[in-house]
């Protein structure tokens, strides 16, 4: 830190360059829909909001404190094993998480199953780690770790959102169809708890998105 | 005997990796433009699946499941290490990954060369640590099991890769909406084909 001082333009805390690392990868740089890091998990977890907001949650917390750990060590990591290092840190905090998670939710923490523990392999958390915790310093790259991991929990709570309104008429668990709609013949969308809709559902968000912004166009 | 077949068969089409449980997407998406480094990248998850899986049933069984280690005495029997289990997998994973390397590279320059780049992302793709976490919470009965649902799901993660990719080729003469190309078809594709692996959802095994 003591470093960080000296720069003469001392850089605030919260300067326009560090509100970009929060900010972009929620929108333009969304690790789901424009870097394609982390598909996994968003697709598996999103027929119920509450399974999905832990999930997020867990995500911002492993995300932001291995961006700072490896971004601490970063001189001291040779590149050659920096892999090894970098899954070593991430396994641990998530076998933190999912201590916690087993002790205070346990039913959410059954229902994520595996999914908690694939939080390791999440390609969003080794891609955000290899590609800035190692060459950034410390506050930006927890800035970094907690605005990708938004990016990523944003998209998943979208998705799940949708899925579950549609699919089985509640948010969180609370009931949001109104019970005249089901008198008049509504019916719920059973297919939208199937496992495909979720691939079909973030193929529609894309859509969305790079249409209302041009620029992200796949010109390939 | 019967009972392999049916794992084996079950992981391929009714628990695909790729449709039922949306693992190893990353790689999937990325690396499915072409159908030669597709079958590539399918060749290698057959094969590290098929590795991984049993040798993390034996540590499972052996050394970190709750009483696993009551084959060195009784009094280790109480022991529970089970709160390691992902990071003796992950490491388990990332040195078999980094053993098929050498071993390939000594054994089979040819082969090296063609799965070469795709091996050590191997460490990180989430079908391979899934499929030892699946192992894990479905209790197998044995290695022979374990190592037939490994790969079993390695076969169905290389016919999901060489069947998409064999899309986007095709798909390329498409007129796809703009905003929709690359990414976007991509995901709706895949659901379509998920949709259609569902038919197999009602066979019993």
Known sequence: MSEEKNNIPKETLFSPKNKRLLSDPIGKENPITVQVLGICSVLAVTVQLRASLVLAIAVVAVMGLANVIISILRHGIPPRIRIIVQLTVVASLVILVDQVLKAFVYDVSRQLSVFVGLIITNCIIMGRLEAFALNNKVWPSFLDGVGNAAGYGSILLLVAAVRESLGSGTLMGYQVIPDFMYNIGYVDNGFMILPPMALITVGVIIWIHRHRDRALVDVS | ?205
């Open chain 2, 1 to 205: 005997m019967e009972e392999l077949v049916s794992i084996f068969v079950k992981s391929i089409f009714i628990d695909n990796m790729v449709f039922a449980y949306f693992l190893g997407m990353c790689s999937y998406l990325a690396v499915s433009r072409t159908v030669q480094t597709s079958v590539g990248l399918g060749f290698a998850v057959i094969f590290v699946l098929g590795i991984t899986v049993p040798v993390n049933y034996l540590l499972e069984n052996y050394i970190i499941g709750r009483g696993a280690l009551a084959w060195l005495g009784p009094q280790f029997a109480a022991i529970d290490l089970s709160f390691l289990t992902f990071i003796m997998f992950i490491a388990i994973i990332a040195a078999m990954v980094q053993l098929v390397e050498m071993l390939i590279e000594k054994l089979s320059p040819t082969l090296y060369s063609s799965l070469g780049i795709f091996l050590p992302l191997i460490a990180v793709n989430c079908a391979i640590l899934g499929g030892s976490l699946f192992m894990q919470e479905r209790n197998y009965a044995n290695i022979a099991e374990a190592t037939s649902f490994g790969l079993g799901s390695g076969v169905g993660w290389f016919l999901a890769i060489v069947g998409i990719a064999a899309i986007r080729e095709k798909i390329r003469y498409s007129n796809v909406p703009a905003p929709l190309r690359g990414l976007g078809i991509t995901y709706i594709i895949t659901g379509l084909m998920g949709i259609a692996f569902m038919s197999f959802m009602g066979i019993e095994l």
